[in-house]
Nanobody, 131 residues
């Protein structure tokens, strides 16, 4: 069964840290790049970070560079149940949002910063940063 599942959200004070995890299980996701997006109340869903299958290439939106790190652990090549992490340090109230994990199994032609570039999504996990 194809599933994308996030975990690790919560409430933290400004300046604190959280680590989000995502698992996209199933052979569909073998060699899939992965990404994190977020959506704050009343705002559009926005790109946060992405990582290639090998982990060699990462991309970040400017507002999180130097504070967030995306990584992956490809220890299970069979069904690709390999977690992708988003380490978030020095969190700010502006980082408050629902964070979504995304995977892509087809090439859409859209830039990776666009929602349209990703065809599988998790249900989201809430991150709340208090001031």
């Amino acid at each position: 069964q194809v599933q994308v599942i996030e975990s690790g959200g919560g409430l933290v004070q400004a300046g604190g840290s959280l680590r989000l995890s995502c698992v996209a299980s199933g052979p569909t996701f073998i060699r899939s790049p992965m990404a994190w997006f977020r959506q704050a109340p009343g705002k559009e869903r926005e790109f946060v970070a992405s990582i290639s299958w090998s982990g060699a290439t990462t991309n970040y939106t400017d507002s999180v560079k130097g504070r967030f790190t995306i990584s992956r652990h490809n220890a299970n090549p069979v069904d690709n149940a390999n977690p992708v992490y988003l380490q978030m340090n020095n969190l700010e109230p502006e980082d408050t949002a629902v964070y979504y994990c995304a995977a892509r199994t087809i090439s859409t032609g859209y830039p990776i910063t666009r929602r349209d570039a990703w065809n599988y999504w998790g249900q989201g996990t809430q991150v709340t940063v208090s001031s």
